[in-house]
């Protein structure tokens, strides 16, 4: 029998005892993965209201070419190469401008809607579409006399 602590705590490992759990293990790996001090580029999570988010990114110096969005199994990657070579020699750098890949893990329910670019902040818009049968319906009362 296999023993875990959290120091030894390593997933392909318990993957290799457990049958039929891939995708609780590729989710699980993913959100160790973004756990590891991951903060470029910085991003906030919004909810407009009860069926609507957006997620903004800090995109500043991004051109439109250099971004790219995909939306695979519940997945919402965001990419940012940047192609351009430094034309100049910095004496001090402090706008940060290296390439990322952030993972950001959608419930079933939700659809990615757009995104725009706005005063160098990408923001994705997202629905939670709510199915006919998780809604909640009235039941009518009927009187007896």
């Known amino acids: 029998m296999t023993t875990y602590t959290i120091s030894t705590f ?3 490992t318990l993957h290799r005892h457990a049958v039929g759990f891939d995708k609780l293990f590729n989710e699980l790996g993913r959100t160790f993965a973004n756990s590891k001090a991951e903060n470029y580029p910085p991003h906030n ?3 407009i209201d009860d069926n609507h988010y957006a997620i903004q990114l800090a995109v500043a110096g991004f051109s439109q070419d250099e971004l790219d969005i995909e939306y695979k199994e ?3 990657t965001v990419k940012g190469e940047q192609k351009q070579k430094d034309e100049y020699e910095y004496l001090h750098r402090g706008i940060s401008a290296r390439n990322f890949t952030r993972h950001f893990t ?3 329910n939700v659809e990615v809607k757009g ?3 706005i005063n160098g902040i990408l923001a994705i818009s ?3 579409i709510v199915p006919e049968e998780q809604k909640a319906k009235k039941i009518a009362i009927t009187f007896a006399k």
């Open 106 to 108: 959608l419930a079933d």
């Open 45 to 47: 999570i919004v909810r």
């Open 10 to 12: 390593d997933l392909p």
């Open 126 to 128: 997202l629905e939670h």
């Open 74 to 76: 519940n997945v919402l």
């Open 115 to 117: 995104a725009t670019v």
